[in-house]
Each structure stands twice: as C-alpha cells, then as structure tokens.
C-alpha cells in the first residue's frame, strides 16, 4: 500500500517554473514505477513522465520533452516533476502516481495503481 500526497503547484507567468513534489509513504516506495499526470478542465487525464523505480529510465509526452524533468529520491519516498518554460497550456491539476506493474513504459492511467490527490498549477499568459 502506497499513500501519495503532492504539492508545489501554484499560479506563474508563462516562461516560469514550477517544482511538484509528491511524498510517498509505506515502506515498498522504491519498488513502484512512478508516473506524472495532468487533468485539465474538460479534457482527459493526460500522460506528462514517467521514471523507473531505480531512477534509471525515464519517460516524457512530447509535450513536455525538454521542458519538464522527473527524478525521484527514494531514500526520502519522494517524486519530483522539474518544471520549466511553462505554458499556458500546461495549467491543469497534476497527479501523480505509483505502479506496480514491470511493463516499461507506463503511460496509460490504468497502468497505475495508486494516486495523489492532485496539485493544481495555473500558468498565466
């Protein structure tokens, strides 16, 4: 069992950053693949990265490739989503969640089994 809780969303100009943490308890963290996602008003949940549970692959959308960053810290159960050159269209609650499953990589929702309780980011233009 996996308890997710995020934090560090919040309202920035276009071209800002943003650093979304999600602390992890339980004590089987390290051994999850972790995963962002993003909801945005109207629209599906959509696929932002995913890393594995060693920190050694990661996985970005296309939207975000070369703007955002995941990494994890699995001595302290934490997921980070580095977030920079925001958008406009990035404003959306941000999940993030935790998988049990081997497949590499996890991009679809059902593919995960835990999730947070979302962190809003709001980018103004």
């Known amino acids: 069992q996996v308890q997710l809780v995020e934090s560090g969303g919040g309202l920035v100009q276009a071209g800002g950053s943003l650093r979304l943490s999600c602390a992890a308890s339980?004590?089987?963290?390290?051994?999850?693949?972790m995963g962002w996602f993003r909801q945005a008003p109207g629209k599906e949940r959509e696929f932002v990265s995913t890393i594995r549970w060693s920190g050694g692959s990661t996985y970005y959308a296309a939207s975000v490739k070369g703007r955002f960053t995941i990494s994890r810290d699995n001595a302290k159960k934490t997921l980070y989503l580095q977030m920079n050159s925001l958008k406009p269209e990035d404003t959306a609650v941000y999940y993030c969640?935790?998988?049990?499953?081997?497949?590499?990589?996890?991009?679809?929702?059902?593919?995960?089994?835990?999730w947070g309780q979302g962190t809003q980011v709001t980018v103004s233009s």
């Open positions: 339980g004590r089987t963290f390290s051994s999850y693949a």
């Open positions: 969640a935790a998988a049990a499953g081997s497949r590499w990589p996890l991009m679809v929702y059902y593919e995960y089994d835990y």
